[in-house]
């Protein structure tokens, strides 16, 4: 059996450089815990889990199995106007562990479709709450927030929405938090910038607060190069988002489930969204699914009407597919079991030194880190930007690592099994690649 398919031109692959990419692939053929396996046979270590996905490590058996007994049970049920147990009880199990407060979550497929659910839930909560005319969305510079039109027009990545047209009209952006020069090198949070929030409030005198529905945020952005956000920040907006009755949502499709060092980043930060998105680590990255999770208040301005009528007129074929379903509980039960939501706060000071040693290696102009959440900056090639992060992303392949980049920005996730010897694996091969790169 051929291992490597002979012909690469029908998939048009997602955010690729296709014909890089075609005229020397980067094939992976197979995956067992912190290492995946290249079509040429050799082992790669993952320091990214997959895209920040595979928190539980590749391959694990007790999720492998519950996904083989869930596709020869059943197979696909409806969840409109039906149900099937498993659903529920995976919707039980993540309220559980969102913040207090946090009741109900709706399924979707992927954090793209997260957000676009979150979006609307926000606009038609106020719709239901007596003020029809908040309809604002107000997101970020640099946020990504998945690739939906909603998404990308809150997003703050010039890139992914050039080519688009005018996108949703009703939108603002804050300004981003990324200050290299007050606060590169910041080991975990920055100091500096907390007054950056503040833009919030002239945000909300220039289009009146009656009309803004919320302000969408990854409490901490991930693709965009992992922009941490400064002491003070977070409390910040969710003071301004109260003074003013708009609804904070966080993203945390790349924070949630313990990237951070608790199942949440609204945890880990003790600063409280209205709702979070999340999709990735809620399976550890084997079956597509995505969720939305809301406070009672949301969920229950929604529970007025005559009780026969649809309520949110919104959800997804698979919104709560048997097979993610099933996913998702033996992932949350292996992260339970292995105490993974917390592993990254206890690494966190080890993963802090081995990544902070490479300050002074050629060209790094800053690095950042929090949990197992990792950055490496690159001064850009002068005459090319991001090409000199992108050789490094080569030669570390090469060399055996995966590793994610940005711009000239390396980013770095492993899963949360990685002990402290592949800690140090990570950060031996990068230092090879970074003392090579030209
Ligand atoms: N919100 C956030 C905060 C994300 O990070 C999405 C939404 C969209 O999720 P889906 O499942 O629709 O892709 C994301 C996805 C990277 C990288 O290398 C990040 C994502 C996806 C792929 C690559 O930084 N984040």
Same mark, same amino acid.
Request: proline share 5%; aromatic share 8%.
């Given at each position: 059996?051929?291992?490597?398919?002979?012909?690469?031109?029908?998939f048009?692959?997602?955010?690729?450089? $296709?014909?890089q990419?075609?005229? @020397?692939?980067?094939?992976?053929?197979d995956?067992?815990?912190?290492?995946?396996?290249?079509?040429d !046979?050799r082992?790669?270590?993952?320091?990214? #889990? !997959?895209?920040?996905?595979?928190?539980? +490590?590749h391959?694990?058996?007790?999720?492998?199995?519950?996904?083989?007994?869930a596709?020869? +049970?059943?197979?696909?049920?409806?969840?409109?106007?039906?149900?099937?147990p498993k /659903?529920?009880?995976l =919707?039980?199990?993540?309220?559980?562990?969102?913040?207090e407060?946090?009741?109900?979550? &709706? &399924?979707?497929?992927?954090?793209?479709?997260?957000?676009e659910?979150?979006?609307?839930?926000?606009?038609?909560?106020?719709?239901?709450?007596?003020?029809p005319g908040?309809?604002r969305?107000? +997101?970020?510079?640099?946020?990504?927030?998945?690739?939906? &039109?909603?998404?990308?027009?809150?997003?703050?990545?010039?890139? $992914?929405?050039?080519?688009?047209?005018?996108?949703?009209?009703?939108?603002?952006?804050?300004p981003?938090?990324?200050?290299?020069?007050?606060?590169?090198?910041?080991?975990?949070?920055p100091?500096?910038?907390? *007054?950056l929030?503040?833009?919030l409030?002239d945000?909300?005198?220039?289009?009146?607060?009656?009309?803004?529905?919320?302000?969408?945020?990854?409490?901490?952005?991930?693709?965009? +190069?992992?922009?941490?956000?400064?002491?003070g920040?977070?409390?910040?907006?969710?003071?301004?988002?109260?003074?003013?009755?708009?609804?904070?949502?966080?993203?945390?499709v790349?924070?949630?489930?313990?990237?951070l060092g608790a199942?949440? #980043? /609204?945890?880990?930060?003790?600063?409280?969204?209205?709702?979070?998105?999340?999709?990735?680590?809620?399976?550890?990255?084997?079956?597509?699914m995505g969720?939305?999770?809301?406070?009672?208040?949301?969920?229950?301005?929604?529970m $007025?009407?005559?009780?026969?009528?649809?309520?949110?007129f919104h959800?997804?074929?698979?919104?709560?597919h048997?097979? =993610?379903?099933?996913a998702?509980?033996?992932t949350?039960?292996?992260y339970?079991?292995e105490?993974?939501?917390?592993? /990254?706060?206890?690494?966190?000071?080890?993963?802090?030194?081995?990544?902070? =040693?490479?300050?002074?290696?050629?060209?790094?102009?800053?690095?950042? $880190?929090?949990?197992l959440?990792?950055?490496?900056?690159?001064?850009?090639?002068?005459? @090319?930007?991001?090409?000199?992060? &992108?050789?490094?992303?080569?030669?570390?392949?090469?060399e !055996?690592?995966?590793?994610?980049?940005?711009?000239?920005?390396?980013?770095?996730?492993?899963?949360?099994?990685i002990? *402290?010897?592949?800690? !140090?694996?990570?950060?031996?091969?990068?230092?090879?690649?970074?003392k090579?790169?030209?």
């Open positions: 059996m051929t291992k490597a398919p002979n012909d690469l031109s029908a048009w692959m997602p955010f690729t450089a $296709n014909r990419f075609k005229s @020397a692939p980067r094939m992976l053929v995956a067992e815990g912190m290492y995946y396996t290249a079509a !046979g082992r790669i270590l993952d320091a990214t #889990a !997959g895209l920040w996905c595979v928190n539980a +490590g391959k694990r058996r007790k999720i492998v199995s519950a996904i083989k007994e596709a020869e +049970g059943l197979d696909y049920a409806p969840t409109f106007q039906m149900g099937h /659903a529920f009880e =919707a039980s199990r993540v309220a559980e562990l969102l913040p407060g946090f009741s109900q979550v &709706f &399924f979707t497929n992927s954090g793209s479709e997260s957000v659910t979150a979006l609307k839930i926000a606009i038609a909560w106020h719709r239901a709450n007596g003020e908040r309809y969305l107000i +997101g970020r510079e640099k946020g990504y927030h998945g690739v939906n &039109f909603g998404g990308i027009s809150v997003g703050g990545l010039g890139a $992914n929405r050039k080519a688009f047209g005018p996108l949703l009209t009703g939108v603002d952006h804050l981003h938090t990324l200050d290299l020069a007050r606060n590169a090198f910041s080991r975990g949070l100091q500096h910038g907390a *007054e929030a503040d833009a409030e945000i909300v005198t220039l289009h009146d607060p009656s009309t803004i529905a919320a302000l969408i945020v990854e409490p901490m952005a991930g693709s965009a +190069g992992v922009i941490l956000p400064p002491v920040y977070l409390e910040r907006l969710r003071e301004i988002c109260d003074k003013y009755g708009i609804l904070l949502i966080f993203d945390e790349i924070t949630g489930f313990g990237r199942p949440f #980043a /609204a945890q880990r930060f003790a600063v409280t969204p209205d709702i979070i998105t999340m999709a990735k680590g809620l399976t550890s990255g084997t079956v597509p969720a939305v999770g809301v406070k009672s208040f949301i969920h229950d301005a929604f $007025n009407g005559p009780e026969h009528m649809i309520e949110l959800g997804y074929t698979y919104s709560g048997p097979l =993610a379903a099933a998702g509980l033996a949350l039960d292996v339970r079991d105490e993974l939501l917390t592993r /990254a706060a206890r690494l966190e000071k080890t993963w802090e030194e081995a990544i902070h =040693a490479l300050r002074g290696l050629p060209h790094v102009i800053d690095i950042r $880190n929090i949990g959440v990792g950055a490496i900056e690159l001064e850009p090639m002068a005459d @090319a930007p991001t090409k000199r992060a &992108f050789s490094a992303f080569l030669k570390a392949f090469e !055996g690592l995966l590793i994610r980049t940005t711009g000239d920005i390396i980013a770095l996730s492993p899963p949360l099994i002990n *402290e010897g592949q800690i !140090g694996e990570i950060f031996d091969i990068l230092t090879r690649v970074l090579g790169l030209e």
